[in-house]
């Protein structure tokens, strides 16, 4: 399995990822609503994560980020952190 670039959205309830999620659908960009509402320090930059591999990140994110859809926007995904959106950039192989 190779590495994926990715960007996420962490918020503390199911309920705002899921409107959060529908304001993305709407035509929100989601780098802006990171930088407001994400509450981890990758907000700052648009909710970007950089590229990683496979066990870099928690399990959650793992089984979402290589097998999603390029460029769409997957969640709520939960974790021990809190709820996530989650979105591929690119994935090698």
């Known amino acids: 399995m190779g590495k994926v670039t990715a960007r ?9 990822c899921q409107s959060l999620k529908d304001e993305i659908a709407a035509g929100a960009d989601f780098a802006d609503l ?3 509402h ?4 990758p907000a ?6 950089g ?3 496979p066990g870099m990140m928690v399990k959650e994110f ?3 980020v290589f097998t999603a859809d390029l460029n769409s926007v997957q ?4 974790t021990q952190f809190g709820y996530h959106l989650l979105e591929v950039t690119s994935r090698t192989d």
Do not use: M, R
């Open 44 to 49: 700052q930059q648009g909710g970007d994560l």
């Open 62 to 64: 793992d089984e979402v």
């Open 34 to 36: 990171a930088k407001e």
């Open 38 to 41: 994400s509450s981890c320090p």
């Open 51 to 53: 590229e990683f591999a």
């Open 75 to 78: 969640g709520p995904v939960q």
């Open 8 to 16: 996420h959205i962490l918020v503390d309830t199911e309920e705002k």
